[in-house]
C-alpha cells in the first residue's frame, strides 16, 4: 500500500505513522503527546475550514493542527 498524509486520512479512518517529517522541537513535542513511528492512529473528526483533526492514538486522544498532520505520513489500514 501507498503511505499517505495524516491530513489527507479520512474520517473514521486507521493507519500506521511511518515517518514525521519535522523539525525536532516540534518532533519531540509530538512523540511526547504519542506520535511515534509505528503507532496506530484512528482519525475520529476533522474540523471544518481546514481546522484541526481529533485523532486517537491508542487510548490517547486529542487535536492537532492540519499543517503538522501534513507532515505526517502514515500507512493506511
Known amino acids: 500500500m501507498k503511505t499517505t498524509s495524516l491530513a489527507l ?22 512523540a511526547a503527546m504519542g506520535f511515534r513511528i509505528g503507532k496506530q492512529i484512528h482519525v475520529v473528526r476533522r474540523a471544518q475550514f481546514s481546522g484541526p483533526l481529533h485523532v486517537r492514538i491508542g487510548t490517547t486522544e486529542l487535536m492537532i493542527r492540519r499543517r503538522e498532520a501534513q507532515h505526517i505520513d502514515v500507512l493506511p489500514s
Open 9 to 30: 486520512l479520512g474520517t473514521g479512518k486507521t493507519g500506521t505513522i511511518t515517518d514525521i517529517h519535522v523539525e525536532e522541537d516540534l518532533y519531540h513535542r509530538l
